[in-house]
C-alpha cells in the first residue's frame, strides 16, 4: 500500500523511519513526501491482460522467452516500497531542481540541454510512473512524449534542432516503445517509421559516431521492437548498416586485451582523445550496454555463437575486472579486480538491462543470478536511503565519501560522493530505469515460436509482484509473495479465468542446492541448481506453488585470496559506522561526504569450505526499507580479527592484504549486513590465518 502523506507530515519522522539520522536537519519537507499514488485499477489491470505478447516475426530468429507488455507486472511488497521511495525522490522531482530536464529542456522545446539527459530521464521515469501509477510523474513524462511526437521534422529527424548525434534519438526510441505499450498512443509508430527511413537514408553519408557507434546494439532493440509490428523489409535492412557501422564487441571479447587497469595515459585522455576507440571500448558504461550485442544480433543473424557471446563478454569482465557485487570495476574507465576500485551508476543500470534483454533471448538462468545480484546490492548500493542522492561510482571497500583523485582511473574528486550530479550527470539523469525495469522483467511469456500450444510462463527473477496476463487468450492472474532475497520462501498463487493446461518454469539460482518445490502441497521432484524447474500441468484458481531455496551462507573468493561472504543473491558487507557532512546544499538535495567513525580493517575467522559453522545468521521479514542498516532484515554474525596495518591512505582502504593473514589481535565478533544497507562497508576481506572454532 502506498504511504499516505499524513504519516510522513515531518521530514524528521520520515528520516528516523530510514535511519537517516545524519540528513535529519537538512532538506525540505516537500522533497520526502510521496506524491498522491493511485491504486492498480482495474481498467489498468484489464488493458495489461488484453495487450499480446510480441513475438518475433521471420525471418528474425525466436527467442527463449518474451517480455510481457509493460504494465502487466505490478510490484508488490518491499519492491513496490522501493519504487514508491524513488518516486517521491529524486526521480519524481528532478525537472523542479534540475536545470538539465527542467522546463527549458531541448526536449520540451527549450533551449537548454539537448543531448542525452532528457531521454535518459524520460527512460526511467516513464516505467517508474505507470508502476505505481502516479499521476503527476505520468504528467510529467507525458510533456517529454507529446513534444517529440509532435515536433518531428518534415524529414523525419526527431528532437531538438540543436544537434543531429543519433546517440540521444537511441535513448529516446528506447522511451516511446516503452509508452506505445502502456497506452498504445497510435502516434509513436508513424513516428518511429518516419524517422528510421530518413535514418537509413542518412547514414551512408552521416554514419554512427563515438557514443552511437559503440551503443547501436540500444538501437537495434528498437528496430527489432518495430519491425515485429508493422514488417517493413527496410529496417531489415537498417539493422544490417547498424551493425555494418557499429563497433564490433564480439571481436574484442574473443581476443580481449584490456586485462589490466586502464589508466588516462593509456587512452590518451591528456591529448584530447577522450572519444576515441580505444577510450570508448573500455568505458566502464560502454561494455555495460555491449553485453546484450551478440544475443540481440542473433535475432538478425541466426548464429549461436552470436547468442552465446553475452557468456564469452561476462566471464571476460569478470575474470580480469568482477567485483564481489556482481559488478566489473570502471571507474570511468576498466580498472581491474581490487575491491576499492569503483563502478559507475549508469555501467549498473546498463549492465542490468542488458541482462534481462540477454536471459530473454537466451533463456540461460545464469544471467538471472547476475541480474539479481546487481539488483539486490549494487544498484541500492550506490543510493541514499531516501533516493534523494547517489554516487557515480560505489566501491566494495568503501571507507570514506570525500573529495579525493584516488583510486579513480580518470574520474574526478567527486565520484564517490553522495549528492545530485557528483563528478557528471548522466548518473543523475540515467539511474531511473534501474528498479522499474527490473520489475517489469521478473515474469516472461516461454514457449515455441511456431506452437502457441506450448506457451506458458517463467519466473525469471523473484521479488513480491503481481501478473495479468493471457495465454492462447485465457487470463492469467499470478501473485507472488515473498520477502526474497531476505528469505528463502517464494509462493506463487496462480489464477487462471478456467482450468488451463501450460507450463510454469521457475528460475532456480546456482547457489541453490537443495531447493525444494510444493504444489499444493505436494512436493516435485528435486530441481538441479543452475535450472528451470518445469511444472506442467492443468492450473486452477488459487493453485499454490511453493518454493524454498534453502539459502545457507557461502564464502567466494576475489583479489589477492580475499574472501566475501553471500547468502541467496544478497552480498554481505560490514558496516562501517557512519559522520554524513554536507558539502553543499543542491537545490532541493545536497551534495554529502561520509566519514568513518570506527575501525574497519578486519579479517574474518570463517571456514570457506564449511561456512555455515561459523557463520550465524538471524532473518526476518523485509520492512518498507530492507536496504538500510536499521532495519536490514538479514544480519550474519562472524568472527574476526583487526589488521592493524591494514589502513587507508587518502580516504582509500589500500589494498586488501593476501590471505591467509596473521593477526596478534584479539578475536571479536563483528555483525554483516547486506551490502546495500552499508554506505560505508568492508565487502572483500583477508580471511585469518589463524582461524578460531571457539
Given at each position: 500500500?502506498?504511504f499516505?502523506s499524513h504519516l510522513l507530515?515531518?521530514?524528521r519522522?520520515?528520516?528516523?523511519r530510514?535511519?537517516l539520522?545524519g540528513?535529519?536537519?537538512?532538506?525540505?519537507?516537500?522533497?520526502l513526501?510521496?506524491s498522491p499514488?493511485?491504486?492498480v485499477?482495474a481498467?489498468?489491470?484489464?488493458?495489461?491482460?488484453g495487450?499480446a505478447?510480441?513475438?518475433?516475426r521471420?525471418?528474425?530468429?525466436?527467442s527463449a522467452?518474451y517480455f510481457?507488455?509493460?504494465g502487466?507486472?505490478?510490484?508488490?511488497g518491499?519492491?513496490l516500497d522501493?519504487?514508491?521511495?524513488?518516486a517521491?525522490g529524486?526521480?519524481?522531482h528532478?525537472?523542479?531542481t534540475?536545470?538539465?530536464v527542467?522546463?527549458?529542456?531541448g526536449?520540451?522545446?527549450?533551449?537548454?540541454e539537448?543531448w542525452e539527459?532528457?531521454?535518459?530521464?524520460?527512460?526511467?521515469?516513464?516505467?517508474l510512473?505507470?508502476?505505481v501509477?502516479?499521476?503527476r510523474?505520468k504528467?510529467?513524462a507525458q510533456?517529454?512524449?507529446d513534444?517529440?511526437l509532435?515536433?518531428?521534422a518534415?524529414n523525419g529527424?526527431?528532437g531538438?534542432?540543436?544537434n543531429d548525434?543519433w546517440?540521444p534519438?537511441?535513448?529516446?526510441?528506447k522511451a516511446?516503445t516503452q509508452?506505445?505499450e502502456?497506452t498504445?498512443?497510435p502516434?509513436?509508430?508513424?513516428?518511429m517509421?518516419?524517422y528510421?527511413?530518413?535514418?537509413?537514408?542518412?547514414?551512408?553519408t552521416?554514419?554512427l559516431?563515438d557514443?552511437?557507434k559503440f551503443r547501436w546494439?540500444d538501437?537495434?532493440?528498437?528496430?527489432?521492437?518495430?519491425?515485429n509490428r508493422?514488417g517493413?523489409?527496410?529496417?531489415?535492412?537498417?539493422?544490417?548498416?547498424?551493425?555494418k557501422?557499429g563497433?564490433?564487441?564480439q571481436?574484442?571479447f574473443?581476443?580481449?586485451k584490456?586485462?589490466?587497469?586502464?589508466?588516462a595515459e593509456?587512452?590518451?585522455l591528456e591529448?584530447g582523445e577522450?572519444?576515441?576507440?580505444l577510450?570508448l571500448?573500455?568505458?566502464?558504461v560502454?561494455?555495460?550496454?555491449?553485453?546484450?550485442?551478440?544475443?540481440?544480433?542473433?535475432?538478425?543473424?541466426?548464429s549461436?555463437a552470436?547468442?552465446?557471446a553475452?557468456?564469452k563478454m561476462?566471464?571476460?569482465l569478470?575474470?580480469?575486472?568482477?567485483?564481489?557485487?556482481?559488478?566489473?570495476?570502471c571507474?570511468?574507465h576498466?580498472a581491474?579486480l581490487?575491491p576499492s576500485q569503483?563502478?559507475?551508476?549508469?555501467?549498473?543500470?546498463e549492465?542490468?538491462?542488458?541482462?534481462?534483454?540477454?536471459?530473454?533471448?537466451l533463456g540461460?538462468p545464469?544471467?538471472?543470478?547476475?541480474l539479481?545480484?546487481?539488483?539486490?546490492?549494487?544498484?541500492?548500493?550506490?543510493l541514499?536511503?531516501?533516493m534523494w542522492?547517489?554516487?557515480y561510482?560505489?566501491?566494495?571497500?568503501?571507507?570514506?565519501?570525500s573529495l579525493?583523485?584516488?583510486?579513480?582511473t580518470?574520474?574526478?574528486?567527486?565520484?564517490n560522493?553522495?549528492?545530485l550530479?557528483?563528478n557528471?550527470?548522466?548518473?543523475t539523469a540515467?539511474?531511473?530505469?534501474?528498479?522499474?525495469?527490473?520489475a517489469?522483467?521478473?515474469?516472461?511469456?516461454s514457449?515455441?515460436q511456431?506452437n502457441?500450444?506450448?506457451?506458458?510462463?517463467?519466473?525469471t527473477?523473484?521479488?513480491?509482484c503481481?501478473?495479468?496476463t493471457?495465454?492462447r487468450?485465457?487470463?492469467?492472474h499470478?501473485?507472488?509473495?515473498?520477502?526474497?532475497p531476505f528469505?528463502?520462501?517464494v509462493?506463487l498463487?496462480?489464477?487462471?479465468a478456467?482450468?488451463?493446461s501450460?507450463?510454469?518454469?521457475?528460475?532456480?539460482?546456482?547457489?541453490?542446492a537443495?531447493?525444494t518445490?510444493l504444489?499444493?502441497?505436494?512436493?516435485e521432484?528435486?530441481?538441479?541448481?543452475?535450472?528451470f524447474?518445469?511444472i506442467?500441468r492443468?492450473w486452477?484458481?488459487?493453485?499454490?506453488v511453493e518454493?524454498?531455496?534453502?539459502m545457507?551462507p557461502r564464502?567466494?573468493r576475489?583479489?589477492n585470496?580475499?574472501?566475501?561472504?553471500?547468502?541467496?543473491?544478497?552480498?554481505f558487507?560490514?558496516?562501517?559506522g557512519?559522520?554524513?557532512?554536507k558539502l553543499?546544499?543542491r537545490?532541493?538535495?545536497?551534495?554529502w561526504q561520509?566519514?568513518p567513525t570506527n575501525?574497519?580493517?578486519?579479517?574474518?575467522?570463517?571456514d570457506a569450505d564449511?561456512?555455515?559453522?561459523s557463520i550465524e545468521?538471524?532473518?526476518g521479514?523485509?520492512?518498507?526499507?530492507p536496504f538500510t542498516?536499521r532495519h536490514?532484515?538479514?544480519?550474519l554474525k562472524?568472527k574476526?580479527?583487526?589488521?592493524?596495518?591494514w589502513?587507508?591512505?587518502d580516504?582509500v582502504a589500500?589494498?586488501v592484504?593476501?590471505s591467509?593473514?596473521?593477526?596478534?589481535?584479539?578475536e571479536e565478533t563483528i555483525?554483516?549486513i547486506?551490502?546495500?544497507?552499508?554506505k560505508?562497508?568492508?565487502?572483500?576481506f583477508?580471511?585469518c590465518k589463524?582461524l578460531?572454532?571457539n
Amino acid at each position: 500500500m502506498p504511504f499516505s502523506s499524513h504519516l510522513l507530515s515531518t521530514r524528521r519522522r520520515f528520516l528516523n523511519r530510514l535511519g537517516l539520522f545524519g540528513f535529519a536537519s537538512s532538506l525540505p519537507v516537500s522533497r520526502l513526501l510521496f506524491s498522491p499514488a493511485v491504486s492498480v485499477s482495474a481498467a489498468a489491470q484489464a488493458s495489461s491482460t488484453g495487450t499480446a505478447v510480441v513475438r518475433n516475426r521471420a525471418p528474425l530468429s525466436p527467442s527463449a522467452f518474451y517480455f510481457l507488455p509493460l504494465g502487466s507486472i505490478r510490484p508488490r511488497g518491499w519492491l513496490l516500497d522501493q519504487l514508491q521511495i524513488q518516486a517521491s525522490g529524486l526521480s519524481g522531482h528532478l525537472d523542479e531542481t534540475w536545470a538539465d530536464v527542467g522546463p527549458n529542456s531541448g526536449w520540451l522545446g527549450g533551449a537548454g540541454e539537448s543531448w542525452e539527459r532528457g531521454p535518459y530521464f524520460l527512460d526511467g521515469l516513464l516505467p517508474l510512473a505507470y508502476l505505481v501509477e502516479d499521476l503527476r510523474l505520468k504528467s510529467k513524462a507525458q510533456k517529454y512524449i507529446d513534444w517529440v511526437l509532435d515536433n518531428q521534422a518534415a524529414n523525419g529527424m526527431i528532437g531538438p534542432r540543436s544537434n543531429d548525434d543519433w546517440w540521444p534519438r537511441i535513448v529516446m526510441l528506447k522511451a516511446l516503445t516503452q509508452y506505445q505499450e502502456l497506452t498504445s498512443d497510435p502516434r509513436v509508430i508513424p513516428v518511429m517509421e518516419k524517422y528510421f527511413r530518413y535514418q537509413l537514408s542518412q547514414l551512408p553519408t552521416h554514419p554512427l559516431r563515438d557514443w552511437a557507434k559503440f551503443r547501436w546494439q540500444d538501437e537495434l532493440l528498437s528496430v527489432i521492437w518495430l519491425y515485429n509490428r508493422t514488417g517493413s523489409g527496410y529496417l531489415l535492412d537498417l539493422a544490417q548498416l547498424l551493425r555494418k557501422q557499429g563497433y564490433d564487441w564480439q571481436a574484442e571479447f574473443l581476443d580481449f586485451k584490456y586485462t589490466q587497469r586502464v589508466t588516462a595515459e593509456y587512452i590518451k585522455l591528456e591529448r584530447g582523445e577522450g572519444l576515441k576507440d580505444l577510450a570508448l571500448a573500455t568505458h566502464g558504461v560502454n561494455n555495460g550496454q555491449a553485453v546484450k550485442t551478440g544475443p540481440v544480433w542473433s535475432l538478425v543473424s541466426g548464429s549461436d555463437a552470436d547468442r552465446s557471446a553475452v557468456l564469452k563478454m561476462i566471464l571476460e569482465l569478470n575474470k580480469y575486472h568482477g567485483l564481489p557485487n556482481g559488478m566489473f570495476s570502471c571507474d570511468e574507465h576498466l580498472a581491474g579486480l581490487d575491491p576499492s576500485q569503483g563502478s559507475e551508476l549508469c555501467t549498473v543500470v546498463e549492465y542490468m538491462f542488458s541482462l534481462e534483454h540477454s536471459l530473454a533471448i537466451l533463456g540461460d538462468p545464469s544471467l538471472g543470478d547476475r541480474l539479481e545480484l546487481l539488483a539486490f546490492n549494487a544498484l541500492p548500493g550506490t543510493l541514499t536511503d531516501d533516493m534523494w542522492a547517489h554516487q557515480y561510482n560505489q566501491q566494495p571497500n568503501q571507507v570514506e565519501c570525500s573529495l579525493h583523485h584516488k583510486p579513480w582511473t580518470t574520474d574526478g574528486p567527486e565520484s564517490n560522493l553522495y549528492g545530485l550530479e557528483p563528478n557528471f550527470g548522466c548518473c543523475t539523469a540515467n539511474y531511473h530505469q534501474g528498479w522499474p525495469k527490473f520489475a517489469s522483467s521478473l515474469f516472461m511469456l516461454s514457449g515455441a515460436q511456431a506452437n502457441p500450444d506450448k506457451d506458458g510462463l517463467v519466473a525469471t527473477a523473484y521479488a513480491p509482484c503481481e501478473v495479468h496476463t493471457k495465454i492462447r487468450g485465457t487470463p492469467i492472474h499470478v501473485i507472488e509473495q515473498t520477502s526474497y532475497p531476505f528469505q528463502s520462501a517464494v509462493r506463487l498463487i496462480v489464477n487462471p479465468a478456467v482450468p488451463l493446461s501450460f507450463p510454469l518454469q521457475l528460475r532456480i539460482p546456482a547457489w541453490a542446492a537443495g531447493t525444494t518445490i510444493l504444489v499444493n502441497g505436494h512436493a516435485e521432484q528435486t530441481p538441479e541448481p543452475g535450472s528451470f524447474a518445469r511444472i506442467e500441468r492443468i492450473w486452477k484458481s488459487a493453485d499454490r506453488v511453493e518454493i524454498d531455496f534453502h539459502m545457507q551462507p557461502r564464502v567466494s573468493r576475489g583479489f589477492n585470496n580475499s574472501i566475501s561472504v553471500e547468502r541467496g543473491p544478497l552480498v554481505f558487507s560490514y558496516g562501517i559506522g557512519e559522520s554524513w557532512v554536507k558539502l553543499r546544499d543542491r537545490g532541493m538535495t545536497a551534495d554529502w561526504q561520509v566519514f568513518p567513525t570506527n575501525p574497519w580493517n578486519y579479517a574474518l575467522n570463517v571456514d570457506a569450505d564449511s561456512p555455515s559453522e561459523s557463520i550465524e545468521v538471524t532473518a526476518g521479514e523485509a520492512g518498507r526499507f530492507p536496504f538500510t542498516a536499521r532495519h536490514a532484515p538479514v544480519t550474519l554474525k562472524v568472527k574476526a580479527r583487526k589488521l592493524t596495518d591494514w589502513r587507508a591512505e587518502d580516504g582509500v582502504a589500500n589494498t586488501v592484504p593476501p590471505s591467509p593473514a596473521s593477526s596478534d589481535q584479539p578475536e571479536e565478533t563483528i555483525t554483516l549486513i547486506p551490502y546495500a544497507a552499508a554506505k560505508l562497508r568492508i565487502t572483500a576481506f583477508p580471511q585469518c590465518k589463524n582461524l578460531s572454532r571457539n
